[in-house]
T-cell receptor, first 114, second 114 residues
Framework: KTQVEQSPQSLVVRQGENCVLQ??????????LRWFKQDTGKGLVSLTV?????DKTSNGRYSATLDKDAKHSTLHITATLLDDTATYIC?????????????FGAGTQLIVIP | EAAVTQSPRSKVAVTGGKVTLSCHQT?????MYWYRQDTGHGLRLIHY???????EKGDIPDGYKASRPSQENFSLILELASLSQTAVYFC?????????????FGSGTRLLVI
C-alpha cells in the first residue's frame, strides 16, 4: 500500500508563475519529511528537511510546510524558472535512529514552459 | 566534491544472466543503499549497509545480492536477471539516518533485461 501520495502527478506552469506541490502520507511514526528534486536522468538532490509539527522552511525560491497532525506537506516554488523543470519527490523518514527507513512518493513532474 | 558514482550508466542484460551494478562514494559516509525506481512508483529499498563487510536486506531483496567490500564501494548483484528487474537503480550514501542526515544519490543505472 502506498504510504506517501503526491499530487498533482504532473503540472505545467509558465515561467515566472508560482506553484504548489502536495504530499499526503500515512507513515507512522513520521520522524521527518524531505523534499528532493530529480532532474531527468539524474539522482535526487535534497531541497529541504522538515522535522517538527507545523515546521516551515525556506531555501531560496523553494519553501515548504509540514502539518504532522494532518500528515501533510506542501512545497511552494516561487517565480518558476525553466531549470525548475524536474520531478519533485516527497520522502518521509519513519524514525531518527539507525533503523530509520525512508518512504518515497512517486513524485510530481513539473514542467516549466517559456 | 563529495559524490556517489554509479557504473555502468546503462546496461542491457539477457534473462538468466548475471549483472553487477557498482557504486563508489567519496563522502566518507557509513551508510550505503541500493534502491530501484519504477515508472509511476516511489523508490524502493533493496539492500543497505552501515559498515564494510556487512549488508542488510531492505524491503524488496528477493533476486538481489549486495556486497560492501570497503566503506567506499557497494555492489548490487543480480545472479539470474529476470524481465521484472528492468528498472532504474539508484545508489545512495548517508552519514546517518536521522533528521540531520546528509543523503547523496548517484545518477542511476538504467537496466533493461531482455
Amino acid at each position: 500500500k502506498t504510504q506517501v501520495e503526491q499530487s498533482p502527478q504532473s503540472l505545467v506552469v509558465r515561467q515566472g508563475e508560482n506553484c504548489v506541490l502536495q504530499c499526503n502520507y500515512s507513515v507512522t511514526p513520521d520522524n521527518h519529511l524531505r523534499w528532493f528534486k530529480q532532474d531527468t536522468g539524474k539522482g535526487l538532490v535534497s531541497l529541504t528537511v522538515l522535522v517538527h509539527e507545523n515546521d516551515k522552511t525556506s531555501n531560496g525560491r523553494y519553501s515548504a510546510t509540514l502539518d504532522k497532525d494532518a500528515k501533510h506537506s506542501t512545497l511552494h516554488i516561487t517565480a518558476t524558472l525553466l531549470d525548475d523543470t524536474a520531478t519533485y519527490i516527497c520522502v518521509v523518514g519513519d524514525r531518527g535512529s539507525a533503523l530509520g527507513r525512508l518512504h518515497f512518493g512517486a513524485g510530481t513532474q513539473l514542467i516549466v514552459i517559456p | 566534491e563529495a559524490a556517489v558514482t554509479q557504473s555502468p550508466r546503462s546496461k542491457v542484460a539477457v534473462t538468466g544472466g548475471k549483472v553487477t551494478l557498482s557504486c563508489h562514494q567519496t563522502n566518507n559516509h557509513d551508510y550505503m543503499y541500493w534502491y530501484r525506481q519504477d515508472t509511476g512508483h516511489g523508490l524502493r529499498l533493496i539492500h543497505y549497509s552501515y559498515v564494510a563487510d556487512s549488508t542488510e536486506k531492505g524491503d524488496i531483496p528477493d533476486g538481489y545480492k549486495a556486497s560492501r567490500p570497503s566503506q567506499e564501494n557497494f555492489s548490487l548483484i543480480l545472479e539470474l536477471a529476470s524481465l521484472s528487474q528492468t528498472a532504474v537503480y539508484f545508489c545512495a550514501s548517508s552519514d546517518a539516518t536521522g533528521t540531520n542526515s546528509d543523503y547523496t544519490f548517484g545518477s542511476g543505472t538504467r537496466l533493461l533485461v531482455i
